[in-house]
């Protein structure tokens, strides 16, 4: 089984910063892509960023420029840095790891940030 540890949620306020972090465990495969997904009450869930083990980045055009995503390959851990936050960042995020050569897929519980003065 795969575990997936998701951290660094909460409030903020329009402007400020927050950091989340999201730790792989177990039955690892090798990895294809780690990355972040968010979904607002009655949307979608939606692609945030994803990084490659090799460092190669994707960002929504709505987070380029403010968001930074980086990966520690040693501790099978992404992170998401997001500055300038605005109210409609606001909406649970999902970590997502992307392993193997039959690409398997696994979801976090889910981390809720809320942008709001």
């Known amino acids: 089984q795969v575990q997936l540890v998701e951290s660094g949620g909460g409030l903020v306020q329009p402007g400020g910063s927050l950091r989340l972090s999201c730790a792989a465990s177990?039955?690892?495969?090798?990895?294809?892509?780690m990355g972040w997904y968010r979904q607002a009450p009655g949307k979608q869930r939606d692609l945030v960023a994803t990084?490659?083990?090799?460092?190669?980045?994707n960002y929504a055009d709505s987070v380029k420029d403010r968001f930074t995503i980086s990966i520690d390959n040693a501790k099978n851990t992404v992170y998401l840095q997001m500055n300038s936050l605005k109210p409609e960042d606001t909406a649970v995020y999902y970590c997502?790891?992307?392993?193997?050569?039959?690409?398997?897929?696994?979801w976090g519980q889910g981390t809720q940030v809320t942008v709001s003065s």
């Open positions: 990084i490659r083990t090799d460092g190669t980045t």
């Open positions: 177990g039955s690892i495969f090798s990895i294809n892509t």
């Open positions: 997502n790891l992307n392993h193997g050569r039959l690409f398997r897929t696994n």
